[in-house]
């Protein structure tokens, strides 16, 4: 799996498909981490208000890495 992430829905899109990958559900996941099932929703779904520092660890339990390069826009 690879692509850009340049939205919310990116990455929204990205975490649903690495948490099918792993064949565990939303709540599996949201179990997991202490997070309520809604929040894996709001996530994947794109909604920006829920990226927030606990991202971060939703993504690290999931192995997403995100990656950045300079664009020369020159």
Do not use: C, W
């Not at 920006?48 to 520092?53: E, G, H, M, V």
């Amino acid at each position: 799996m690879f692509g850009t992430i340049d939205t919310p829905s990116d990455l929204g899109r990205a975490v649903h498909a690495a948490r099918l990958e792993l064949g565990i559900t939303q709540t599996e996941l949201a179990t997991a981490l202490g997070y309520s099932q809604r929040y894996i929703s709001d996530v994947e779904t794109g909604k920006a208000k829920t990226l927030s520092a606990n991202l971060f660890e939703l993504l690290d339990q999931l192995g997403i890495q995100l990656m950045f390069r300079t664009v020369d826009n020159g």
